[in-house]
């Protein structure tokens, strides 16, 4: 079963413009991890929130975590033509101690020049 | 360092032949792991290997195998394809289960069963 489910699942920007894509969950968990995935290849690791923060960092990505709406957030600024990509949420659900991460479908984004 | 390596990149079986995916990583990670992804979802665990010499099932084990050989190969086992078995195949890596820690992926077999 898929935790997380990323909205929207299609999304078209221009370069320069922000791309916002969220995912909800179900159950409570650890951490919540951003991957991205470019066309044809595997997935890259963006960002990591554990359950105890509330937003975090890094260059140009913002990731916000609302655990009581069981919720998580990806902002990317200024986008470029290389973050066209999809973008998957995967949740760390705290009832399995393996560190098994449940991923969504993923949010593909366009970014057009 | 290569990361984690997947043999091979693309394989065509016909329905009922069997065959064996390759993953390898350099990283010195204690947990693999073998996904599938299918078209419109995401990547759903097949089976894991938390540390050298442990194996368990994940969301979708029916119709495969692993074996942890060490601790850098894990290989998945196709013993009969069949055609729901088409999908694209990931290796990942992790440090230590338990642990919150990213996971690095290697590039993917590309399944097809005729």
């Known amino acids: 079963s898929q935790q997380g489910e990323e909205d929207p699942q299609a999304l078209s920007i221009q370069e320069g413009e922000n791309a916002t894509m969220n995912c909800s969950y179900k159950?409570?968990?650890?951490?919540l991890q951003w991957y991205r995935q470019n066309s044809g290849r595997g997935l890259v690791h963006l960002i990591l929130i554990r359950s105890n923060e509330r937003e975090k960092h890094s260059g140009r990505l913002r990731v916000t975590l609302d655990t009581s709406k069981k919720s998580s957030s990806l902002l990317i600024t200024a986008s470029r033509a290389a973050d066209t990509a999809s973008y998957f949420c995967?949740?760390?659900?705290?009832?399995?101690?393996?560190?098994?991460?449940?991923f969504g479908a993923g949010t593909q984004v366009v970014v057009t020049p | 360092n290569a990361g984690v390596t997947q043999t091979p990149k693309f394989q065509v079986l016909k329905t009922g032949q069997s065959m064996t995916l390759q993953c390898a990583q350099d990283?010195?990670?204690?947990?693999m792991y073998w996904y599938r992804q299918d078209p419109g979802m995401g990547l759903r665990l097949i089976y894991y290997?938390?540390?050298?010499?442990?194996?368990d099932k994940g969301e979708v084990p029916n119709g495969y195998n692993v074996s942890r050989l060490n601790k850098r190969e894990f290989s998945l086992r196709l013993e009969s394809a069949a055609p729901s078995q088409t999908s694209v195949y990931f290796c990942?890596?992790?440090?230590?289960?338990?642990?919150?820690?990213?996971?690095?992926f290697g590039p993917g077999t590309r399944l097809t069963v005729l």
């Open positions: 995967a949740t760390d659900p705290v009832a399995d101690s393996w560190g098994k991460l449940q």
């Open positions: 159950t409570s968990i650890n951490n």
């Open positions: 990283m010195n990670h204690n947990s």
């Open positions: 290997s938390a540390s050298e010499g442990t194996t």
């Open positions: 990942a890596s992790s440090g230590s289960a338990g642990v919150p820690n990213e996971q690095f």
